[in-house]
């Protein structure tokens, strides 16, 4: 059985003569030489000598394969049936995310930034059929010349933002600004058309809740007893 200190002396023939195994390889050459290797120890102290060896080869150090990480899975907002169908539908049509958040949000932020509810837009209002109808029939166009689906969104960057200056102050595509301009022009076409009235609230502290009701009972109690 071959000692240490002769598995040493073959290791270090076999690192002059291959240059680029790493340790591993050569340890398995031992035991395949002496029926058995050395140590993990042992492979710590002689690192620096294979890596000397490298160095005076010019050959990489090899890389370390990193360990894949799962990425967790994305939490699905749980909507309305209603909400994700609308969804879909003016996905379909070729509307862009921040479009479709824009159409359906309930809350909208002023310029002064204040926060207000608002009502999603009406899909079944003849002037949003038309409008849907609209960008659908543009998005068919574009397929149909075969473009993908980043050339499609690119276009309609361009085109109906980028050729009217409808961005916002932060550099961003306005899609308010998009839509009032189409509701003009169907206003010119249908003036018969109206705007259907939006229900909207300012949202209240708890607060503000709190003193209003106070109020309203300070105002009962006066009618009562004044």
């Given at each position: ?9 073959r290791?270090n ?42 160095i ?6 090899p ?10 899975p ?72 075969g ?21 916002n ?21 249908h ?8 229900k ?10 709190e ?11 006066l009618?009562?007893?004044?």
């Amino acid at each position: 059985m071959a000692t240490k200190q002769e598995k040493l002396i073959r290791l270090n023939q076999l690192i002059r003569q291959n240059p680029t195994w790493g340790y591993r390889k050569l340890n398995k050459q031992l035991k395949v030489e002496f029926g058995s290797g050395l140590g993990t120890g042992t492979g710590r102290i002689l690192r620096p000598q294979i890596k000397a060896e490298r160095i005076t080869y010019k050959i990489p150090e090899p890389t370390i394969r990193k360990k894949l990480v799962k990425p967790e899975p994305r939490q699905r907002i749980r909507v309305s049936w209603k909400t994700r169908k609308n969804i879909n539908a003016l996905s379909n049509a070729g509307f862009l995310p921040f479009e479709i958040r824009e159409m359906l949000s309930t809350r909208r932020r002023l310029p002064n930034g204040k926060v207000i509810k608002v009502e999603p837009l009406p899909l079944n209002n003849p002037m949003l059929k038309e409008f849907i109808r609209e960008r659908a029939k543009g998005i068919r166009r574009a397929r149909r010349q075969g473009l993908s689906q980043a050339e499609i969104r690119e276009m309609i960057i361009e085109n109906m933002y980028g050729d009217n200056d409808f961005f916002n102050e932060q550099g961003n595509p306005d899609f308010w600004q998009e839509f009032r301009q189409f509701e003009e022009e169907y206003k010119t076409k249908h003036p018969e058309y109206a705007r259907p009235p939006k229900k909207r609230r300012d949202f209240i502290s708890k607060e503000d809740l709190e003193i209003q009701r106070r109020r309203r009972e300070n105002q009962k109690f006066l009618e009562k007893w004044g």
